[in-house]
């Protein structure tokens, strides 16, 4: 053998067994080979992803995976298994970026900061940022936040809400949302900051919903809530998108399919009904993706 030849063999080996030097797989490329979905989710974001009583993971988010694991199955003509892992916020997008897993579907909001990371597909929900206080609590305004205990996940676009609107706001970190309903409860914080719709979510079904209440009436923030992919995936976001197209436009058409799984959450007996005005407002801004991309699934 040559030293020419020798030299390129050892380049080629070298570059197959470096890691990050060898062209990666590709999401779909991943799943076609593994037939496994893997997705990140949480474990406490009510009604979007959480763990029911039978300690399964269920959700509107978790819906969504599903809908899109379907699309998979068409597009690759095999079984595709949905495997779910429970994720805290701030390992979110490490996982993605590490490719521990394939996309993450929870209560996520789109920020430019993340974007850097991570790509968004359509948003499929809207929320943004309140407080959870005590019934006779007079916080509220912005102004009312200084020197206030302030309860927050780390690495949420609440924490960055809060800071924007009160950076005299004191920050108290915690581990996941129920250790902030007990420390709100045990008056070790004035007020749990979180998604709205998580916040009235956790009123509704909380045995002492009269000791407490969501402020202010107009969000700090207001976010859409989408899925997170790995970057350099196109092929793999144009499937979660066409899926989510599939089903706004199969919502918007009254498809019993598509309108049972957003009623299943939302409806009249869903798990937080919307008044009439919220269901329009998700109806009109589902049109709004529908017409901006019309020739989607032509």
């Known amino acids: ?37 893997t997705a990140g989710t949480s474990k406490d974001a009510f009604p979007f992803a959480y763990k029911n009583k039978q300690g ?10 599903k809908l899109i694991q379907q699309q998979l199955e068409k ?7 949905l495997q779910l892992v429970t994720l805290p916020p701030a390992g979110r997008i490490p996982n993605i970026v590490n490719r521990k897993v394939d996309i993450v579907c929870d209560a996520s909001s789109f920020t430019w900061e993340r974007n850097k990371n991570v790509d968004f597909s359509f948003s499929y929900g809207a929320t943004g940022t309140n407080l959870l206080v005590k019934k006779a609590s007079k916080l509220g305004s912005a102004k009312s936040l200084i020197g206030k205990k302030i309860g927050v996940l780390a690495k949420t676009t609440n924490e960055k809400a ?26 070790k914080i004035d007020a749990f900051a979180d998604d709205g719709i998580l916040l009235e979510a956790w009123l509704g079904r909380s045995k002492n919903y009269n000791q407490f209440k969501v402020v202010p009436d107009r969000p700090l923030s207001r976010e859409g809530i989408a899925c997170m992919v ?10 979660v998108n066409y899926t989510f197209y599939g089903f706004m436009q199969g919502f918007v ?11 299943r959450w939302f409806g009249p007996r869903g798990a937080i009904p919307l008044n009439r005005d919220l269901r329009e407002l998700a109806v009109e801004t589902m049109r709004i993706v529908i017409d901006s991309h019309q020739d989607v699934r032509q």
Do not use: C, H
């Not at 597009?75 to 298994?81: A, V």
């Not at 920050?171 to 996941?176: A, G, P, T």
């Not at 058409?253 to 009623?263: G, H, L, P, R």
């Open 253 to 263: 058409n009254n498809e019993s399919k598509y309108v049972t799984i957003f009623d």
């Open 75 to 81: 597009e690759l003509g095999k079984k595709i298994q």
């Open 1 to 37: 053998m040559s030293k020419k030849i020798a030299i390129a063999a050892l380049s080629l080996l070298l570059t197959a067994a470096l890691p990050g030097v060898a062209r990666a797989e590709t999401v779909i490329q991943k799943v076609k080979r593994t037939g496994i979905l």
């Open 162 to 187: 809060i800071k924007q609107a009160q950076p005299q706001a004191k920050l108290v970190y915690l581990k996941d949302r129920w250790q902030g309903y007990t420390a709100l409860r045990q008056g």
């Open 230 to 239: 790995p970057e350099n995936n196109s092929d793999f976001l144009d499937t």
């Open 56 to 65: 399964e993971l269920t959700g509107y988010s978790v819906d969504m995976l």
